[in-house]
């Protein structure tokens, strides 16, 4: 799943392309990645792009018209979706249902993208909008760990009295904006603390841990990922994980093996020695077939 870190990179990517052209034209290839219908997914069209930002996973393309109120065009890629960047946008026809395209839109100097979504499983989500604010993913979130004024003080009162383990806190986007299954296991790994670990329980010192692990960690993911290409992206993430999809490996820092733990849709990884005392957490589908 892209997080903040790729999220950011896209964003910084189309802001310099996208800046000052006109949108002409915007296609749906998949109807269910369309969760708006006021103002219709092409008001766009005509508009000049004012701008490219950022909402916790969310991508902002802000266009402007001297006839009408701006429009945002708002996306979220969710688990399996993607941005495919064209200098020269294909002039092959769309056919809905019949590939991986949800949504195309096309610029005045030829550009564009196509978003995609592999698997069956389909969530990536798409929204025209006057004010991102009225997307209800952008307005549940929770502080952006990047903003200046996400501060040590900010995070302790986040954690203050949740009785929720902290990986559960750090991915819970209303909680704290941008932060997914990778960077969460890549910010305990550094701030040697257990997924496991009560978010109420937190001491000052793994406050203080967590919040430069948390700021560390995604300041180094944003600049891996600026300025390479969309179709580099993913590669970046990965090589500069620590121990996130690294099960079996080394941890770099301590040399022990990298540890998984299993769920329904998801895993999780760790570093035992790092981070639990040596301690190996229980496999969760292992333990569900043994009772």
Known sequence: MPEMPEVQGLVDFLDARLRGLT???????????LKTYDPPIDA?????????????KFVDIETDAEDREPVHL???????????????LPTTLLRPGKSPIALRVAFDDGSGFDLTEAGTKKSLAVYAAHDPADVPGIAR?????????FT???????????RTQ?????????IVAGIGNAYSDEIL??????????????????????FAATRETLTEAVAAASGKPPAELKDAKRRGMAVHGRRGERCPVCGDEVRSVFFADN?????PTCQTGGKILADRRLSRLLK
């Open 74 to 88: 708002v996306f979220h890629l969710a688990k399996a979706g993607w941005l495919r960047w064209y200098d020269q």
């Open 141 to 149: 979130l929770g502080p952006d760990p990047l903003d200046p004024g």
């Open 267 to 271: 895993s999780l990884e760790y570093c």
């Open 152 to 162: 040590r003080d900010v995070l302790a009162g986040l954690t203050a009295g949740r």
């Open 44 to 56: 766009p069209v005509g508009g000049r792009v004012a701008g490219v930002r950022r909402h916790g």
């Open 23 to 33: 949108v002409t034209k915007v296609t749906v290839a998949n109807i269910a990645a």
């Open 189 to 210: 790994h550094a701030a040697k603390m257990s997924p496991y670990a009560l978010a109420a329980g937190l001491d000052d010192a793994e406050i203080d841990r967590l």
């Open 166 to 174: 902290i990986k559960g806190v750090l991915r819970d986007q209303s």
